[in-house]
């Protein structure tokens, strides 16, 4: 009977660690009372956020072009102008 002795991984040129071994990785630790089911939330909350704020700029857009709101705000800003 033959003992068969493997030859561990050589380590990349430089370093002083064997190939084999990885540094562990970095755990993402959850914030006390929040579960992990949850923890997309944000990033839907805030693209619901912004899809309410651009929808509401475009209705702002929509107000402010149409030539009534338009002449009023000329009309406004004619009136300040003219008292200073």
Do not use: N, W
């Not at 992990?36 to 209705?59: H, K, N, P, S, V």
């Amino acid at each position: 009977m033959s003992h068969r002795t493997t030859a561990a991984p050589e380590a990349p040129a430089g370093s002083s660690a064997p190939a084999a071994e990885h540094p562990p990785l970095p755990t993402r630790k959850v914030p006390a009372g929040r579960d992990r089911r949850d923890a997309g939330m944000a990033t839907a909350e805030y693209a619901i956020a912004t899809l309410a704020a651009c929808g509401f700029a475009a209705l702002l857009l929509a107000v402010l072009s149409s030539g009534e709101v338009r002449g009023m705000l000329l009309a406004l800003v004619q009136r300040a102008l003219s008292l200073v």
